[in-house]
């Protein structure tokens, strides 16, 4: 009986291996190899057309001796902090809004109008949006000189192009926070809601004592994948703004594109790569070490 027992066992554990096998596969072929082999060309000055040489931290060094690359650090860093901001907040509100609308029909138009941009191509939409920002013919400053606004340069202003990027992303992408967001609400118990207008709570104090602090596991998980997420943002910069003017607009992911496949320079891209990877780790490890500070999973 204890052998049939134990050779059932095992049968279970190697069937959950082998099931497990194609995942880890794909893992260590597509992200572990690709890791690795980064890693070790950001050591060498490996260029497409010239061969390839050791050259310890030399790319390192030259990417953070260039004033250029701490421009392109603070552009990632300040599209991050505004694009995580404007998610939390606009589609925060945009859910509870959303959530509290009692008719039917209208609640399933509002959310498919919010979720779909999301699933939309980003490339072919942003092309829509470059033209739609243009100073001479483009929607947005037509819509401002209805106002009695003057036109912005959107595209050629380095204030302008921070702006004109938010918008499209925030509009692009603010539907998956949403959607995390609105799974969110309704998983909050009707009877909190109860107990506490019981108690003579109002809206606001139901809000901040019941909704926000259940919705701080939502709230953690949307900081963190947008965050990681933005650090790598490169279609917005690529096709709407190519980076520009100057360098007002260029992110870490697309200096990477630039130097790797415009100027062939392998080595140089691995390292800008690895630094990337390594404030997005540090990033995310503060995010989950500080975690127990702040997030609830009951309401005291």
């Given at each position: 009986?204890?052998?049939r027992?134990?050779?059932?066992?095992?049968?279970?554990?190697?069937?959950g291996?082998?099931?497990?096998?194609?995942?880890?596969?794909?893992?260590?072929?597509?992200?572990?190899?690709?890791?690795?082999?980064?890693?070790?060309?950001?050591?060498?000055?490996?260029?497409?057309?010239?061969?390839?040489e050791?050259?310890?931290?030399?790319?390192?060094?030259?990417?953070?001796?260039?004033?250029?690359?701490?421009?392109?650090?603070?552009?990632?860093?300040?599209?991050?902090l505004?694009?995580?901001?404007?998610?939390?907040?606009?589609?925060?509100?945009?859910?509870?809004?959303?959530?509290?609308?009692?008719?039917?029909?209208?609640?399933?138009v509002?959310r498919?109008?919010?979720?779909?941009?999301?699933?939309l191509?980003?490339?072919?939409?942003?092309?829509?949006?470059?033209?739609?920002?243009?100073?001479?013919?483009?929607?947005?400053?037509?819509?401002?000189?209805?106002?009695?606004?003057?036109?912005?340069?959107?595209?050629?202003?380095?204030?302008?192009?921070?702006?004109?990027?938010?918008?499209?992303?925030?509009?692009?992408?603010?539907?998956?926070?949403?959607?995390?967001?609105?799974?969110?609400l309704?998983?909050?118990?009707?009877?909190?809601?109860?107990?506490a207008?019981?108690?003579?709570?109002?809206?606001?104090?139901?809000?901040f004592?019941?909704?926000?602090?259940m919705?701080?596991?939502?709230?953690?998980?949307?900081?963190?994948?947008?965050?990681?997420?933005?650090?790598?943002?490169?279609?917005?910069?690529?096709?709407?703004?190519?980076?520009?003017?100057?360098?007002?607009?260029?992110?870490?992911?697309?200096?990477?594109?630039?130097?790797?496949?415009?100027?062939?320079?392998?080595?140089?891209?691995?390292?800008?790569?690895?630094?990337l990877?390594?404030?997005?780790?540090?990033i995310?490890?503060i995010?989950?070490?500080?975690?127990?500070?702040?997030?609830?999973?009951?309401?005291?």
């Open positions: 009986m204890n052998k027992l134990y050779s059932k066992k095992k049968i279970d554990a190697v069937s291996y082998l099931f497990l096998l194609p995942a880890l596969l794909a893992f260590l072929l597509f992200i572990g190899a690709p890791m690795v082999i980064t890693i070790v060309l950001s050591f060498f000055d490996y260029n497409m057309l010239q061969g390839s050791w050259i310890n931290f030399d790319n390192y060094i030259e990417f953070f001796k260039n004033p250029t690359s701490w421009q392109i650090i603070w552009n990632t860093f300040k599209l991050t505004i694009l995580v901001a404007l998610h939390i907040v606009i589609a925060l509100l945009l859910a509870f809004v959303i959530y509290k609308e009692k008719r039917g029909p209208v609640k399933y509002y498919t109008a919010v979720y779909l941009p999301s699933i191509t980003t490339a072919s939409v942003a092309i829509a949006w470059y033209y739609m920002f243009n100073y001479d013919f483009g929607v947005f400053n037509w819509l401002l000189s209805q106002l009695g606004i003057s036109g912005v340069k959107w595209l050629t202003s380095s204030s302008g192009v921070i702006v004109a990027i938010c918008l499209f992303s925030l509009w692009k992408f603010v539907g998956t926070p949403f959607l995390y967001y609105l799974i969110g309704q998983g909050i118990p009707d009877g909190y809601y109860e107990a207008q019981i108690d003579g709570a109002n809206k606001i104090q139901t809000f004592h019941i909704t926000l602090p919705l701080t596991p939502t709230l953690f998980f949307v900081i963190t994948i947008t965050t990681i997420n933005t650090f790598q943002i490169f279609d917005e910069p690529y096709i709407i703004t190519n980076g520009g003017p100057g360098n007002a607009s260029r992110t870490l992911a697309l200096h990477v594109y630039e130097k790797a496949f415009k100027a062939y320079e392998m080595g140089y891209a691995s390292s800008v790569s690895v630094v990877f390594i404030i997005v780790l540090v995310t490890i995010l989950y070490s500080t975690q127990n500070k702040w997030v609830t999973y009951d309401v005291e």
